[in-house]
C-alpha cells in the first residue's frame, strides 16, 4: 500500500475550493472534443493505466497512483503522444503485473489534470473521466499495456419517469448521508444540482463504499435511467445496514450510559454509608466470608486458596461479572464436610441386628460388613477403608444393602447412579474458566451428605459409557483407590479434597462390563440369586407385612398361604431377585384396599384358587422338558442376569457338502464352542461308532430355540458336544439330566460360572440330575442342602463321562446316505 495513498480524499478532491474553476475548465474542454468527435464507431488507441479497488466514472474526478514502472510507461506515452488514458480496473488486486485479461472490459477515459511526485518515487495524478469506453483490441502488452478501445455513448433522451426516478434516488442518498459520517454535505448538495441521471448515478456510486465489482457493474450499465435504477437497490441496501448499524449502536451507548449511572449512584450510596458510619452490603459479604473461611476446619491448602480468591473479590468492583463466579467458588468450598469424621456405631451385635432385619441370607456381604466393624474396632484410624462391589442380578438387595451398612455403622448414606454416564467432567467437574461451571458429582454428592465419612454408593457402575468428552471409568480409578483418593483433584475445586474415610461401595450386574483396572481397585462380593423357597421365606418376612403397612390392610387381616406365594414366583415373575415379586404382591394388595374402601366384600386370604382374579392368566411357562428322549437333543444350563434358565440344544444331520450353519442368535464365543464341539465329535467318530459317516455328504445345523434372545458364552460347550454326537450316533439323550461346562479340542471339560443360578433352575424345571464340571465341585457349598439333596449332582472332567451319563442306546435307522461309497473307501 502506498504510504501517501490517505494523504488524499477523492471526497475533499470531489468538492474543494478548486473544484469550481477545475469543472469549468473539464466542460469547455470536453465541449470541444465532443465537436471535433469522430462517429460512435470510431477506434481510439489508449495507454492502460491499471487501478486496484478504484473506479472512475465519466464527469468526475478522482486520483489514481501511479506505482508501477508500466502504469509510469502509459502515462509518459500519453504525455508525449497528447493521448487521452484509458484507466481499467484490475480484477485481482494481487497482480503487480496485470495482462489484458486480468482487467475489465469496461473503462473510463481520462484526462489528466495534475502530476504529484510522492517521496517514495511513485506518482498521484488527479484525473477527469471523460467517457466510458469498450476495450476493443490490444495494440501491445510491454513495455506498457496499450489497447484500442471504443466509446460508449449514453442516451441523450430521458424517459418521463426519469425525474421521478432521481427525486426517489435523491431522498435515499439523503437518508444515506445523514446516517453515514464519511460522505460529506457537499455531497448531497452536488447531487441535488445534477439535471442528468446517469450523471446523477455516477456521482452517487462514487461516494459510497462498495466492493469493486459492484462499482464496475455500475459502470458498464450504459443506459442512463437503468443505471440510476441500479444505484437505487443499492441505495436501499445501504439504508438498511446503516440504520441496524446506528441501532446497535444506540443499544450500546445506552447500555454504557445505564451502566454508568448505576456505577455513580453506588459510589454515592458508599459515600453516604461511609459518612453515616454504616457498612455496605458487599463489604459485609466479604467480611462475613472472611469469618468463615478463618473458621473452616478446611485443609491449609484449600484455605490458602480461599482466602487469595476472596482477595481477588475485594479488589472487584461489586458489579464485576467475576464476583458471581468468585462467589460461588467460595460457597462450594465453605460449604464441603472438612475435619474429622463422624464417631461410628462399633456394637458388632447391633450391626448384625441391622443387616438381619432388613435382608434375607445375603451370607457373605453381612460377614464382611461385621468383619469390617471388627476390625475398625480393634485397629481404629489405622483400618484402610475398603471398597466394596457388590455383583449380582436386578432386585436382589444390592442398593438396600448399602443403607443398611449405612444404618449398621451410624454413618449417612448417599447415593449417585452412573448408568449412562459419559463424560468425565461428572466425575471431576469442569474447570471454572467454563460458563456455569460445577464440581463433579463425587464432590456435589459429598456437600450433600454433610459429613467426611459416608456411606457413598455407587449405582450401576458397570454401565458407564464414554466417548469424545472423556472416559468416566478411568477419572473413576483415583476415587476409588486407597492409595489415591486422599487427595482427590476435582477440576472446579483445584485443590485436594479427602475421600479416603468415605466407605465406597458400588453394585453392578454384570462384572464382566466393568474395566479391569477398575475392577482390580474393588473387593467383589457376590449377590446371587434367589431360589424359590427364598422368596416365599423373603416376602413372607419383609414384604407382606410392609406392603400391609403401606396400605392400611394391618387390621384387615389379609393373608397369602404359602402355595400362592409359589405360584406368584413360577408364573408371575422372571427373575433372580424380588423386585417384581414385590410389584405383584403389591398388586394385590391395592386391588384388596379399593375393595375395603367401597365397602365391597373382600378375600381375605389369597390361595391359588382365586390367584387369577387379581393378577390375571399365568405370564410366564417354565421350560418344559422333551416328552421323550430324542436324537440330537440335549439340554443346557444358562445363566441370565435375571437368574438360571434351561436351554435346549437341537441338532440335525441333512444331505449336503460339509457345512456348518448355527441359528438362535449365538454370540461369537458359543460359535467357537459349537465349531470346537463338531471338530471333536469328527476327530472321534471311529470311537463313539459312526466311523462309516463321509462329513463331505452331510451338513451339520445346530439351533438353540427363542431365537429372538441373544446367547452366549462357552458353558453350552459340553451340551453342543453331546447333542452333536447323538446325532451323528443315532443315539438318544435322557432328557432328564441338565449339563453345563466348557470343552476342549481334547474333550476336557472346564470349569463355569453361575453354578447356584443354573442349579436353582434346573430344580426348578423339574430334572432329576446335573451334569457341573469336576472343578466346580468347590462351589457347592453356596448350593442349598434341599437342592442337593432333590438333585443328582455328577461332576466330570472329560466329554466321554459325559457321554457315557447321558446317551442312551442306539435306534435303528437308515443312514447310507451319509455313508462312504464302497468304491471310495477301496
Known amino acids: 500500500m ?275 458510619g454504616e457498612e455496605d452490603e458487599f463489604n459485609r459479604e466479604i467480611k462475613e466470608l472472611r469469618e468463615r473461611i478463618e473458621a473452616s476446619a478446611m485443609s491449609e491448602e484449600a484455605k490458602n486458596k480461599a482466602e487469595k480468591e476472596l482477595n481477588r473479590m475485594a479488589a472487584m468492583p461489586p458489579m464485576a461479572p467475576e464476583i458471581a463466579v468468585i462467589r460461588s467458588y467460595l460457597e462450594w468450598l465453605l460449604d464441603l464436610p472438612w475435619g474429622e469424621p463422624d464417631p461410628d456405631n462399633m456394637d458388632i451385635a447391633h450391626a448384625e441386628d441391622v443387616l438381619d432385619r432388613h435382608h434375607y441370607g445375603l451370607k457373605k456381604a453381612k460377614e464382611r460388613i461385621l468383619e469390617h466393624i471388627a476390625v475398625r474396632k480393634l485397629a481404629g484410624d489405622e483400618m484402610r477403608t475398603p471398597i466394596l462391589c457388590f455383583v449380582g ?134 449377590f446371587p440369586g434367589y431360589a424359590g423357597f427364598e422368596k416365599r421365606l423373603i416376602a413372607r418376612q419383609f414384604l407382606i407385612p410392609r406392603l400391609l403397612r403401606e396400605h392400611g390392610l394391618t387390621e384387615f387381616g389379609l393373608s397369602f398361604s404359602d402355595e400362592a406365594i409359589d405360584e406368584i414366583v413360577r408364573y408371575y415373575t422372571y427373575e433372580a431377585g424380588v423386585r417384581n415379586l414385590e410389584r405383584e404382591l403389591a398388586t394385590i394388595c391395592r386391588k384388596i384396599a379399593r375393595r375395603v374402601a367401597e365397602g365391597k366384600k373382600a378375600n381375605r386370604r389369597i390361595t391359588p384358587s382365586n390367584l387369577h382374579r387379581f393378577l390375571g392368566p399365568r405370564r410366564y411357562v417354565a421350560t418344559k422338558l422333551e416328552d421323550a428322549d430324542a436324537v440330537g437333543v440335549a439340554t443346557s444350563l444358562a445363566w441370565t442376569e435375571a437368574g438360571g434358565d434351561l436351554m435346549p440344544v437341537e441338532v440335525i444331520l441333512m444331505p449336503g457338502k460339509g457345512g456348518l450353519t448355527l441359528t438362535g442368535q449365538l454370540g461369537d464365543v458359543m460359535q467357537e464352542s459349537a465349531q470346537a464341539a463338531l471338530s471333536y465329535a469328527r476327530a472321534h467318530a471311529e470311537d463313539y461308532g459312526y466311523g462309516e459317516l463321509d462329513f463331505d455328504k452331510i451338513d451339520v445345523h445346530i439351533h438353540v430355540p427363542e431365537g429372538a434372545i441373544p446367547k452366549d458364552g462357552p458353558s453350552a460347550g459340553v451340551t453342543l458336544a453331546t447333542a452333536l454326537i447323538s446325532a451323528l450316533s443315532n443315539r438318544p439323550v435322557n432328557r432328564q439330566l441338565g449339563m453345563t461346562g466348557e470343552i476342549t479340542l481334547r474333550g476336557r471339560v472346564l470349569p463355569i460360572g453361575g453354578l447356584k443360578e443354573k442349579m436353582l433352575t434346573a430344580h426348578r424345571g423339574g430334572l432329576k440330575g446335573v451334569i457341573i464340571p469336576e472343578q466346580n465341585q468347590k462351589d457347592l457349598v453356596e448350593i442349598p442342602r434341599h437342592i442337593k439333596r432333590a438333585l443328582q449332582i455328577h461332576a466330570v472332567s472329560h466329554i466321554d463321562q459325559v457321554l457315557a451319563l447321558t446317551l442312551l442306546d442306539p435306534l435303528p435307522t437308515d443312514r447310507s446316505r451319509f455313508t462312504r461309497d464302497e468304491a471310495q473307501d477301496s
Open 393 to 526: 442380578p436386578p432386585g436382589t438387595g444390592k442398593t438396600s444393602m448399602g443403607k443398611s451398612i449405612a444404618e449398621a455403622l451410624g454413618r449417612k448414606f448417599v447415593r449417585v447412579s452412573l448408568g449412562g454416564v459419559r463424560d468425565e467432567a461428572e466425575i471431576r467437574g469442569h474447570r471454572r474458566t467454563y460458563i456455569g461451571a460445577l464440581p463433579g458429582r463425587i464432590i456435589q454428592t459429598m456437600r450433600n451428605a454433610g459429613s467426611v465419612n459416608p456411606v457413598f454408593m455407587l449405582d450401576e457402575v458397570d454401565k458407564m459409557g464414554y466417548d469424545f468428552r472423556g472416559d468416566p471409568s478411568a477419572a473413576l480409578l483415583e476415587v476409588l483407590d486407597p492409595e489415591q483418593n486422599n487427595a482427590f483433584s476435582d477440576h472446579y475445586l483445584d485443590v485436594p479434597y479427602d475421600l479416603s474415610n468415605v466407605l465406597f461401595i458400588t453394585t453392578a450386574n454384570n462384572p464382566y462390563a466393568i474395566p479391569p483396572a477398575l475392577l482390580d481397585r474393588m473387593e467383589v462380593i457376590e
Open 2 to 276: 502506498n504510504p501517501y495513498e490517505h494523504e488524499i480524499d477523492p471526497i475533499v478532491w470531489h468538492f474543494s475550493n478548486d473544484f469550481s474553476t477545475f469543472h469549468s475548465t473539464m466542460r469547455d474542454l470536453l465541449r470541444e472534443l465532443e465537436e471535433e468527435a469522430l462517429e460512435e464507431d470510431a477506434i481510439f488507441e489508449y495507454p492502460v493505466v491499471p487501478t486496484i479497488d478504484t473506479v472512475v466514472y465519466p464527469n468526475l474526478a478522482a486520483p489514481i497512483f501511479i506505482a508501477t514502472e508500466s502504469a509510469r510507461l502509459a502515462l509518459e506515452a500519453a504525455q508525449d503522444e497528447d493521448l487521452p488514458i484509458l484507466v481499467l480496473a484490475q480484477r485481482e488486486p494481487t497482480d503487480e503485473h496485470p495482462f489484458i485479461e486480468d482487467l475489465y472490459d469496461v473503462g473510463t477515459e481520462v484526462t489528466v489534470g495534475r502530476v504529484l511526485r510522492l517521496p517514495d518515487g511513485t506518482q498521484s495524478i488527479f484525473v477527469h473521466g471523460d467517457y466510458r469506453v469498450e476495450v476493443v483490441g490490444v495494440v501491445h502488452e510491454r513495455p506498457y499495456l496499450r489497447v484500442e478501445g471504443r466509446r460508449l455513448y449514453e442516451k441523450e433522451e430521458t424517459e418521463e419517469d426519469s425525474h421521478a426516478l432521481m427525486r426517489a434516488v435523491l431522498v435515499l442518498y439523503e437518508k444515506v448521508v445523514q446516517l453515514n459520517t464519511n460522505i460529506p454535505e457537499e455531497a448531497f448538495i452536488a447531487a441535488m444540482n445534477l439535471e442528468s441521471p446517469g450523471w446523477l448515478a455516477d456521482l452517487i456510486i462514487s461516494t459510497l463504499t462498495l466492493p469493486l465489482v459492484k462499482r464496475q457493474h455500475i459502470l458498464e450499465v450504459i443506459d442512463p435511467v437503468e443505471r440510476l435504477r441500479e444505484v437505487s437497490l443499492l441505495l436501499a441496501e445501504e439504508v438498511d445496514v446503516l440504520e441496524l448499524e446506528n441501532q446497535i449502536h444506540e443499544q450500546v451507548q445506552m447500555q454504557m450510559d445505564r451502566s454508568q449511572r448505576e456505577y455513580f449512584l453506588r459510589e454515592q450510596i458508599r459515600a453516604i454509608q461511609e459518612e453515616l
